[in-house]
């Protein structure tokens, strides 16, 4: 059974920081998504990552996956307060038709 | 209407209540999905539909029972049920030909409360 770790958990930052969320997964995965949630909505995505050594980026947030190592990064560059939200990344078990998620970083980002 | 949208946004029931969720996509997906978000756990997949028929079915009580009417359509219906069943419940959709492969279109969820 595939099972997806996150860390940390919660993480409190300053604006003009940067910080890495980390994604673990345990099994052979075929690709790996990050989504956004802000309080009180829904979860959009912001990348897909299909292979080893693909790294996607999108404004202050890029994202990158190791398949070897199983870990994805999702690296904050500068971070600013619009960027407070939790944050999961899920993994696709490459045998099966589940996405499964793990339980999300809450990013506080103060000013 | 866009996306994904689930209704009713937020629901209130007793144990003895029966209610549904209800889900429409208008993305063209062919594929439809429950999740169950609780408090501090990571989303739970409950069920998932391609093309209409059930795929998945993640060990979910026979509490909760989905419908699948069309591809755009996707009911949870729910009885009995217990405190611990509180939760936001997440509809997505999404579209291929590898069910649970594809990125996934989120709805706004239904903040369930049950008395």
């Known amino acids: 059974e595939l099972k997806v770790e996150q860390n940390p958990l919660f993480l409190s930052m300053q604006e003009g920081k940067n910080y890495t969320i980390y994604c673990n997964y345990s099994t052979t995965s075929d690709r790996l998504y990050w989504y956004r949630q802000d309080p009180g909505k829904s979860l959009e995505s912001l990348f897909v990552l299909l292979s080893n050594g693909a790294v996607k980026q999108e404004g202050r947030l890029m994202a990158s996956l190791d398949t070897k190592a199983r870990l994805s990064t999702l690296h904050i560059t500068a971070a600013v307060h619009d960027l407070s939200a939790t944050y999961f990344c899920?993994?696709?078990?490459?045998?099966?038709?589940?996405?499964?998620f793990g339980e999300g970083t809450q990013l506080t980002v103060n000013p | 209407e866009t996306g994904v949208t689930q209704t009713p946004r937020h629901l209130v029931m007793g144990m003895t209540n029966k209610k549904s969720l209800k889900c429409e996509q208008h993305?063209?997906?062919?594929?439809m999905y429950w999740y169950k978000q609780s408090a501090k756990k990571p989303l739970e997949l409950m069920f998932v539909y391609s093309l209409e028929e059930r795929v998945e079915n993640n060990s979910v009580p026979s509490r909760f029972s989905p419908e699948c009417p069309n591809s755009s359509h996707l009911f949870l219906h729910l009885h009995t049920l217990q405190p611990e069943d509180s939760a936001l419940y997440l509809c997505?959709?999404?579209?291929?030909?590898?069910?649970?492969?594809?990125?996934?279109?989120f709805g706004p969820g239904t903040r369930l409360l049950v008395l």
């Open positions: 899920a993994a696709h078990e490459a045998s099966g038709s589940r996405l499964t």
């Open positions: 997505a959709s999404s579209q291929g030909d590898r069910v649970g492969k594809e990125t996934q279109y």
């Open positions: 993305l063209g997906h062919n594929a």
